[in-house]
């Protein structure tokens, strides 16, 4: 008598675990009243019955956390993002090429010969003495006597000959003539010939000159434009409006240059 009447409470505190009004107040603790439920649904033969009701309140369980919202890593949002400022470094380096391809200019339009005496003229004539090379302005003076005559005077008057012969050898169509420890260097006046030929020659070191500067312009807009995704377009166009305006500074030196070299060749 007393088995049947455990067997009956059980029986009937495992259908009251099954109502589903109940789920949504079950304590941490049910899972202890589960287990004493289900073994005494296995004495009376409801074990697939509550397996599916356990089952149901564990995947309901999950489900619901499933739903949740995930939270949010605050940080995502506050990263700052550097932006390199690469203006500098581009204008640099422009600079630097530009102002190489105006120095090549001066050293070319100085090999130059004019109608007039300058003591730089020879500036770029190069001295084979001792074994070595060595340019003229390091082993002599070079003077001016007057408008069309140089002096030459050489540190070591053993390299005489040797400075007499690079002078004769120079494209500047010179003829020295050696006087004492020094070399006089008469400069004979430019035919109309000579001076057409040497202003094209002029022009045509004003192209040269300009193309280095619009390449070393084009190489600085290449180094923008690969930064340009990280860099404001405001900022880009500022840059870019900077390297132009140093470009036309550039260019017009070589022009002015050019002009006055042309102007001292013909004499006008």
């Known amino acids: ?23 949504n107040n079950l304590s941490p603790f049910s899972h ?11 004495s009376l033969g409801f074990r697939g019955g509550f397996d599916r009701l356990g089952s149901d309140f564990l995947f309901g369980n999950r489900r619901g956390f499933a739903k949740g919202r995930k939270s949010k890593n605050e940080n995502d949002g506050d ?22 391809a105006i120095a090549a200019l001066a050293r070319e339009l ?17 001295v084979e003495t001792g074994g070595s090379k060595i340019p003229l302005n390091h082993v002599a003076v070079v003077s001016v006597l007057d408008v069309q005559t140089l002096s030459v005077t050489p540190y070591d008057p053993n390299a005489l000959k040797a400075v007499e012969h690079a002078i004769l050898s120079s494209p500047l169509g ?71 305006d140093m470009t036309k500074r550039f260019v017009k030196s070589a022009d002015d240059m050019c002009k006055a070299k042309e102007k001292e060749i013909t004499g006008n």
């Open 110 to 126: 100085s090999k130059l010969r004019t109608g007039r005496a300058s003591a730089g003229m020879l500036d770029h004539i190069v």
């Open 174 to 244: 010179l003829n020295p003539t050696p006087d004492g420890q020094r070399i006089i260097a008469a400069i004979p006046p430019l035919t109309k010939e000579n001076m057409q030929a040497l202003c094209k020659v002029v022009a045509k070191s004003a192209e040269v000159v300009k193309q280095s500067i619009r390449r070393a312009r084009q190489k600085a807009f290449d180094s923008i434009k690969k930064a340009a995704s990280n860099i404001p377009k405001d900022d880009v166009k500022r840059l870019e409006k900077e390297v132009d």
């Open 32 to 42: 202890l009243v589960s287990s004493h439920s289900a073994r005494a649904a296995s």
């Open 79 to 100: 990263t700052v993002q550097v932006v390199p400022d690469i203006g500098p470094t581009v204008k640099s380096t422009a600079t630097s090429q530009m102002e190489a």
């Open 1 to 23: 008598m007393a088995i049947c009447i455990r067997r009956a409470l059980s029986l009937r505190s495992l259908l009251f675990l099954r109502a589903p009004r109940h789920f």
